[in-house]
């Protein structure tokens, strides 16, 4: 029974997933987020600071545990929890993009302000 609802609620979160096709109007930076997860595979994507560029971390739901933060942040400028995760590629910090159109307002390669969201859902 603890097995059968845990699975659901893995479903209901993998299906809750967003893609979003991110393009950068300065530098034409281009690259997919992703948030939540698709299908089976889990995925948390961020900004990377030192790479400069977005990086995703992504594990097999059926296998692997979702990976801890590294270290949680409360934003007073948000209100939130920020999550730090750390970057695949550099083992730096990155903070946790929950949902790209308020959480994605600076080019990571450029660091220049988008003017409008340059993005759309790419998955449903
Ligand atoms: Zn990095
Ligand atoms: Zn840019």
Do not use: N
Request: with cysteine; aromatic share 8%.
């Amino acid at each position: 029974m603890i097995g059968f609802m845990a699975l659901v609620a893995i479903l209901a979160t993998a299906l809750a997933g967003q893609m979003y096709s991110f393009s950068c109007p300065h530098c034409g930076y281009k690259d997919d987020v992703i948030s939540g997860g698709v299908m089976v595979r889990g995925m948390i994507s961020g900004a990377c600071g030192t790479c400069r560029k977005l990086v995703t971390i992504t594990w097999d739901w059926k296998k692997d545990k979702a990976p801890e933060p590294y270290e949680t942040i409360w934003d007073a400028g948000s209100g939130r929890t920020l999550k730090v995760f750390k970057c695949p590629q550099c083992k730096g910090p990155f903070v946790e993009i929950e949902d790209p159109k308020t959480d994605l307002r600076f080019c990571p390669r450029c660091h220049k302000s988008l003017p409008k969201v340059e993005m759309g859902p790419i998955v449903d």
